[in-house]
Each structure stands twice: as C-alpha cells, then as structure tokens.
C-alpha cells in the first residue's frame, strides 16, 4: 500500500516519531504544508501534536484526503492510555481506531510567554486539585520537570499495522 507520511512539530517532539516511522517503514518523513497537492484518496500517516485538546491542523488535512485514508500519530505531555485516545477522539471528530497516542516533551527554551503562560494555567488547575489520578500527577511532575517523555516503542502498533496491511 502506498503511504504519505506527513508530520506537523513545533518542538521537534513530533518529527522524533516521524523520524522513526520513516526509518522502519522505509517512507519518507515530509513536513504537512496545507495545500500541498495531496490526493483526495491517498492514504496518509499524519504525526502531529496536541494544544488544548486539539490535533494540530487535523482540520486542514481532513479538508484533503479522505479521513477514512487518515491514521493519526498524536503526539502530547498526558501519559498515554485509552483515555486520552477516547478523548482526543471526540474532541477532534475522528474514529478513535484512527488514533495512535505517543508521549511527547516539553522544550520550555522553545515556547513563546503565551504558551508558557497557558502551561502554568494547565499547571496551577492541577495544583489545586484535591485529589489527582495518577495520570495527573505524572502531568503535573512533566510540567514540572520539562524535557523529553519521548518512547518510541508507543509507535510500535502504529508500524506493525502498516506491515500487516502492505
Ligand atoms: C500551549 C500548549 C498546550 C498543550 N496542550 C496539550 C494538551 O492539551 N494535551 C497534551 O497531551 N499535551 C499538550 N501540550 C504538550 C504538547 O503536545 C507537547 O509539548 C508535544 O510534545 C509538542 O510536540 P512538538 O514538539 O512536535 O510540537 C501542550 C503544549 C503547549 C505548549
């Protein structure tokens, strides 16, 4: 099956996995641009990073190619679990098959003030918190600490699948 293997990165975390993928099944990582003449119907890898829930530029791509034809690398700070895919799924309208969730990192020397600021928001609601899922408090000591969580044994289903189907 012939794959495009598209990532969106703002820290670098993202093109990590991309990077990785690319190595494994001998594709070529190649940084989304909209309107970059993809195909209605061909079938996309598309590794991308979350902000406040959202798969950055999901939309765009989905305007593109088909979103059956789309599987999602998701790359973001939350410790992954079914949750979060769940979640990721309904807030960005897509099939929750479709999504891989891989952790990323934080580079705090690469984020602009606003960016810093809506992390210590994210920071300070969990701080108050009574009581925190573990999940939580491992989010809260990433925001705290910074750096990279980056595993890429998380993008092992990911490459096993697309074998399966080649
Ligand atoms: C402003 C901001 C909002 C974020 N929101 C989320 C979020 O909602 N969920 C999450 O898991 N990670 C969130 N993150 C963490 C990023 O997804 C994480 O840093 C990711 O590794 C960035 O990937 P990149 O380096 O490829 O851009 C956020 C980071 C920033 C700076």
Redesign the pocket.
Same mark, same amino acid.
């Given at each position: 099956m012939d794959v495009k293997l598209l990532y /969106?990165?703002?820290? $670098?975390?993202?093109?990590q996995y991309a990077d990785y993928i690319a190595d494994k099944l001998k594709l070529q990582a190649i940084e989304y641009k909209k309107g970059s003449g993809l195909n209605k119907n061909d079938n996309i890898i598309f590794c991308s990073? +979350?902000?406040?829930?959202n798969i950055t530029e999901l939309t765009d791509i989905r305007n593109e190619v088909d979103q059956r034809k789309i599987r999602v690398l998701a790359? $973001? *700070? +939350?410790p992954p679990s079914s949750e /979060?895919i769940n979640q990721l799924a309904k807030e960005n309208h897509i099939d929750a098959e479709q999504i891989y969730y891989v952790p $990323?990192?934080?580079?705090y020397s690469k984020?602009n003030f606003l960016?810093k600021s *809506?992390?210590k928001m /994210?920071k300070s609601s969990l701080e108050k918190k009574v009581v925190r899922s573990a999940d939580e408090e491992e989010t809260l000591r990433r925001l705290n600490v910074g750096g990279s969580f980056v595993d890429f044994s998380y993008c092992d289903a990911l490459i096993k699948d697309y074998l399966n189907e080649r």
């Amino acid at each position: 099956m012939d794959v495009k293997l598209l990532y /969106v990165s703002r820290t $670098g975390f993202t093109k990590q996995y991309a990077d990785y993928i690319a190595d494994k099944l001998k594709l070529q990582a190649i940084e989304y641009k909209k309107g970059s003449g993809l195909n209605k119907n061909d079938n996309i890898i598309f590794c991308s990073s +979350v902000f406040g829930g959202n798969i950055t530029e999901l939309t765009d791509i989905r305007n593109e190619v088909d979103q059956r034809k789309i599987r999602v690398l998701a790359c $973001g *700070i +939350v410790p992954p679990s079914s949750e /979060v895919i769940n979640q990721l799924a309904k807030e960005n309208h897509i099939d929750a098959e479709q999504i891989y969730y891989v952790p $990323g990192g934080l580079d705090y020397s690469k984020l602009n003030f606003l960016k810093k600021s *809506i992390l210590k928001m /994210v920071k300070s609601s969990l701080e108050k918190k009574v009581v925190r899922s573990a999940d939580e408090e491992e989010t809260l000591r990433r925001l705290n600490v910074g750096g990279s969580f980056v595993d890429f044994s998380y993008c092992d289903a990911l490459i096993k699948d697309y074998l399966n189907e080649r």
